[in-house]
């Protein structure tokens, strides 16, 4: 059986399992989302994060050409409320704490996007910063961060204490751009991704104060390294560029490099997500194959899902992770255990892609005239 596959895993053995069409796991039965729905007047709907208490942020939109977002909130129950904007049409809530705090951006009344933070009563608060920013994530004790536009018309890193002071987070020498990745709960570290004088893409780590550490200093390649995700304790997981493929590899809170087991090019794999045990998730490819659901962990890699196009997104602590089997949305057990979750009535394809603590799942769902955001609540 295919889960059961640990180091070394070869292209030849990926390749034979698949063309075998072998089950990569025992499977589930097939269980249905919730549909969380739209705000009145609009037709699709897309649901981006969720806290331990079950709130979740997202957007509604219109059915028309262009894409209108309307920033909302839904409880615990699937209960839908819209968010205030800065006095524009359009907001986008992206992330949320447990503390039921959620930040984006949102349009100010001359249409500027702002990075902005909604309270749990919805009251909203501009962050502050020259020109136009949006806010990407946010840590369990308030700190924010995402990116701005300079003068220059760079987009840079940027750092918002709880109290809304804000940090332009360092560039690599000679270079500018740079992007967040994702933030440790205690809002201490913060992964992403930095372009140098050359145009080589870095995977990097900033401090609180805003220093910036080169996590891939060999890495010239193009696309070079990526910072997918960091998890609580610091340890960040991404690729390295060799020979033209995704390697994937983690960073320790020192700054030490570890390969994460896959074979050797020509396969690329791409971790997507870390949870605290340090236990990644994401998709591999071998050669002539497309991509498979795979998971690392300490005793080695294991592949989800080895008969069909697969990828996993997210894994909560408990090691169960999600993803998507052939455009359906999918649960990994922590045992490797296969659950299809369905579509909404009237609709062929969903697409996981959170995980509560406690296992609620989002995603969205397609339907004949186009989608909505969905959940699965906790088995």
Known sequence: MLSSLKKPLTVGTLLAAAALGLPGVATAATVGPVDLGTLPGDAFSTVNAINADGTMVGESLPQDVRMRFHPVKWDS???IGALPTLGGEQGRPVAVNDHGVAVGWAQDAQGETR???WAPDGTVTALPW?????????????VVAGGGSTPQSTYVALRWAPDGSVTQLASLPGGGQAVVTGITADGSLISGEAWDAAGNQHAVRWSATGAVTDLSPANQGNPGATAA?????GVIAGTV????????VAWKRDGRQVRLDWPAPPASATPRAINRAGVVVGSGEAEFAQSRAVR?????????QGARRSEAVAINDSGTAVGNVESV????????????????PGGDYSWATGIARDGTIIGRSDLPYGWHAVYWPAS
């Open 115 to 117: 990075a902005v933070r």
């Open 241 to 248: 560029t060799e020979a033209g493929q995704h390697v994937p």
């Open 296 to 304: 690392w962990s300490a005793s080695g890699v294991t592949v989800l």
């Open 130 to 142: 020259t020109g136009s920013s949006d806010a990407a994530v946010i840590s369990r004790t308030g």
């Open 77 to 79: 129950q699937g209960r």
């Open 329 to 344: 949305a999918a649960r990994w057990a922590a045992d490797g255990t296969e659950t299809i979750l369905g579509a909404l």
């Open 229 to 233: 995700a960091i998890n609580d304790f």
